[in-house]
């Protein structure tokens, strides 16, 4: 059983920090600092010092670190991939990470000193590593009765559970219709994780919902972006399968393999900004096919980690593969023209990160067949010339920079190429973002997020009928962090010439959303 420490264990030759004594742990802080892999970090043991979040090059620590994670291999870290060094510990908790370590030690020891330092330690701890054994072997008995008596050995429960309250305004009038313009709902989110071996993941999500999409609240013709919640319609908080999904690492490939609900982020694609706004990205598209949000029904993929800066995705996905046999002609079919469900894409990316994390960047390529350009732009981008099926060549662009550790800049830009199937009527579609966060603003573990950028909007067109003038769109929250577990988001967004049409008005969307995470 591997543990770790909570505070600065450095041991560096035959030096050791002072710890002054502290209260015997409990069984159940055993339990809390227990760091065991495949329940905690389930990508696998950290094995360089830059994986643990809060710990900085500039840090007295970190060389110390460095060498107990990266050469001895005996430091794993909290579950969230942090190492909490400011923390005190007791004596107790230095014989764990101790303990740990002794053996890893020993084995990759080259020098007299380093084992006179060790026998030194042992002899100074020799009652606690006593004390500890003890209540390790309690632990892992207790361990046994747990996993005897919990529903499954393989598969964890985790939630969510989402409350929003938005409402919508335009200064033209436009939010009038039968559905109006205020919106209060919920989205439950119940997932089962499932791994075998310890290195996989079958996913399995069940949704229920009852949000009101602001699309379906503006009057006839007009558009804007989704709601705060969800972009996907109202299950009348009846629970469905929005996700089933298994992946599975080979080497330095992870693959992904599923029937329901699998997207590019499945299969290890995601945009490098340090944030999308709180609308869980449904604002502001990062591309004008919304590569990083396209969502199928059945789809297969790959994300290749080619070195510690660098990894690769590509998949595909089709969006009909529920219907398989039906109407859609199989998994590898386009679909019926004009159907709810029809179409497919392939999206790739390249994605860069330095050893620091502090830079990063994606170029994203997809190729889109459907009856739509794009998800959620204006009315023009998504259908420029009426119902039929598009083939679209995407292209994205996303970079962030952690200036500090509290504040980032980050950057989106996209271009699409569309054509009708069989056609000769093609149009551009291009969209952009610029977004500013603040992490720890005011309060550690709050933030603070403002981005601004156009949602995607056809800029020239075969048929200049189909061209708009594009909407620009702001968005500000602040989040609060009442606990580890719950947290509230209020905000505003607004978007001018809605729909993209001079005559739209400008809107605006004042929410209010809570997270309960267990």
């Not at 510990?89 to 007299?112: H, P």
Request: proline fraction near 3%.
């Amino acid at each position: 059983m591997n543990f770790f420490v909570k505070a600065g264990l450095v041991v560096t030759g035959a030096n050791l920090l002072a710890i002054a004594p502290g209260q015997a742990l409990s069984l159940d802080q055993l339990q809390k600092i227990d760091a065991v892999t495949p329940d905690g970090i389930t990508s696998g043991q950290i094995t360089s010092v830059n994986e643990l979040s809060d710990v900085k090059p500039t840090d007295w620590a970190y060389q110390a670190l460095q060498s107990l994670v990266e050469r001895y291999g005996c430091i794993v870290g909290y579950p969230d991939r942090t190492f909490r060094g400011a923390r005190p510990l007791s004596r107790y908790e230095f014989a764990a990470g101790l303990n740990a370590c002794l053996d890893k030690v020993i084995e990759f020891a080259a020098s007299k000193e380093d084992l006179d330092t060790l026998k030194r330690l042992t002899e100074e701890f020799q009652a606690e590593l006593a004390t500890l054994r003890g209540r390790v072997d309690a632990l892992e008995a207790r361990t046994k009765e747990l996993e005897a008596t919990r529903f499954s050995s393989t598969t964890k429960l985790r939630g969510e559970v989402i409350f929003g309250l938005d409402a919508l305004a335009n200064s033209n009038g436009n939010e009038v219709n039968s559905n109006g313009a205020v919106s209060f709902g919920n989205k439950v989110d119940l997932d089962l994780d499932t791994s075998f071996t310890g290195k996989d993941l079958l996913k399995t999500r069940l949704r229920a919902r009852n949000i009101e999409p602001i699309t379906n609240r503006l009057a006839p013709g007009f558009r804007a972006p989704g709601s705060v919640l969800d972009y996907g319609g109202n299950s009348n908080n009846t629970f469905f399968i929005d996700k089933l999904y298994y992946t599975f690492p080979a080497g330095s490939v992870r693959f992904t393999v599923g029937t329901v609900g699998v997207g590019v982020q499945e299969y290890g694609m995601r945009d490098a900004t340090f944030s999308s706004g709180a609308n869980e990205g449904k604002t502001f598209r990062k591309g004008p096919a919304n590569i990083y949000e396209s969502n199928g029904k059945a789809g297969v993929g790959f994300d290749w980690r080619i070195n510690p800066n660098f990894s690769f995705q590509l998949g595909y996905l089709n969006r009909g593969a529920d219907q398989v046999g039906v109407d859609q002609g199989g998994f590898f079919g386009q679909g019926t023209v004009g159907t709810a469900k029809s179409g497919w894409d392939v999206a790739t990316q390249l994605r860069f990160e330095t050893d620091n994390r502090k830079f990063r960047a994606a170029l994203a390529y997809s190729l889109r067949n459907d009856r739509y350009v794009t998800d959620l732009g204006t009315t023009r981008a998504e259908r420029p010339f009426g119902a039929a099926n598009y083939n679209t060549n995407n292209l994205a662009l996303t970079m962030g920079w952690a200036v500090s550790d509290n504040f980032t800049i980050s950057g989106a830009y996209g271009i699409g190429f569309a054509n009708v199937a069989g056609g000769s009527d093609s149009a551009t579609i291009q969209t952009w973002n610029v977004g500013l966060t603040f992490p720890d603003l005011f309060a550690k573990g709050n933030s603070g997020v403002i981005t601004v950028g156009q949602m995607p909007y056809v800029t020239s067109a075969s048929q200049q009928s189909a061209e708009d003038t594009g909407s620009l769109g702001l968005e500000v929250n602040y989040k609060f962090q009442v606990t580890d577990n719950i947290s509230i988001t209020p905000g505003i967004y607004l978007f001018n010439n809605t729909n993209g049409l001079e005559n739209g008005g400008t809107s605006y969307v004042p929410y209010l959303r809570t997270i309960f995470r267990f």
